[in-house]
């Protein structure tokens, strides 16, 4: 079963850190482009940050760009999000899923978008 469980939101002061992890089962990482999404209340799924799936090249949304980094570990199948400086905007669920285009698609091969991992930035 191809499968992708984000983790590791939380509360964070604005200014805060966290790391989001997306673990995949299933198949392999770097066979794929990785992307990062969110979801804040009343808002459209939009993209945050990429990971290409042969060269690991990466990209950001502009409202990111600088404080979120996007990384991968290929022995752990694992894509990460490092989010620092924080800020109340960026209150959201977060997503992972194997591609990097717009947050309306899912493969369908992979069934459909999962839980996402709440990330609250309030002081």
């Known amino acids: 079963q191809l499968r992708l469980v984000e983790s590791g939101g939380g509360l964070v002061q604005p200014g805060g850190s966290l790391r989001l992890s997306c673990a995949a089962s299933g198949f392999t990482l770097d066979s794929y482009g990785i992307g990062w999404f969110r979801q804040a209340p009343g808002k459209e799924r939009e993209g945050v940050a990429c990971i290409s799936g042969s060269r690991g090249r990466t990209t950001y949304a502009a409202s990111v760009k600088g404080r979120f980094s996007i990384s991968r570990d290929n022995a752990k199948n694992t894509v990460y999000l490092q989010m620092t400086t924080l800020k109340p905007e960026d209150t959201a669920v977060y997503y992972c899923?194997?591609?990097?285009?717009?947050?309306?698609?899912?493969?369908?091969?992979?069934?459909?978008w999962g839980q996402g991992t709440q990330v609250t930035v309030s002081s």
């Open positions: 899923a194997p591609h990097c285009g717009s947050g309306a698609y899912y493969p369908p091969e992979f069934g459909s």
